[in-house]
């Protein structure tokens, strides 16, 4: 928002997977989400039960938390969402023989804000780190969702869940 405040997730030097990681505001968004996992466990929820995902920086940040932080979830999804190129997700995976939840990924071919490259290559490189991952590209869909993407989405959460 060229350094104009703005509600989002964490904070951002630009849209794009070249650029490093703002960890000072990422594992702070982590932490909190990880407090709402433990409030779901102190209510009785097993963890491979609970499954954690978002759209696009939400999607992004799914990601760290699923990876970095709470390895013992059931899955998670990222919906028009991106890694960057030198992700500290990636190190931590390389570095570690921890669990891998499964990772659900849709991404329209289209979208203008999120490349559907971007999507792919994180798809590419978590697979090469060891992650079991359902991927859909949507050749005409933006940086938005459809009801299919949500449908299969909707299948994989109930696989996943009876499955864990």
Not at 23 to 50: A, F, H, W, Y
Not at 52 to 67: D, E, I, N, Q, R
Request: net charge negative.
């Amino acid at each position: 928002m060229n350094g104009a405040p703005s509600t989002v997730w964490f904070d951002r030097k630009r849209i794009a997977p070249n650029v490093p990681e703002d960890l000072e505001s990422i594992d702070p968004m982590c932490e909190e989400i990880g407090k709402v996992i433990q409030l779901e466990v102190d209510q009785g929820i097993p963890r491979n039960k609970i499954i954690v995902g978002g759209f696009s920086m939400g999607g992004c940040l799914a990601l760290h938390v699923a990876y970095r932080f709470q390895q013992e979830i059931a899955g998670v999804f990222a919906l028009s969402s991106f890694l960057n190129d030198n992700s500290k997700v990636y190190k931590d995976l390389a570095s570690s023989d921890c669990r891998r939840p499964p990772l659900f990924q849709c991404h329209g071919k289209v979208d203008p804000l999120v490349l559907y490259e971007w999507g792919e290559s994180t798809k590419d490189l978590l697979i090469k780190a060891g992650v079991m991952c359902q991927f859909h590209s949507y050749p005409r869909l933006y940086h938005e969702m459809n009801k299919d993407e949500l449908d299969k989405l909707q299948a994989w959460i109930d696989q996943t869940l009876t499955s864990s």
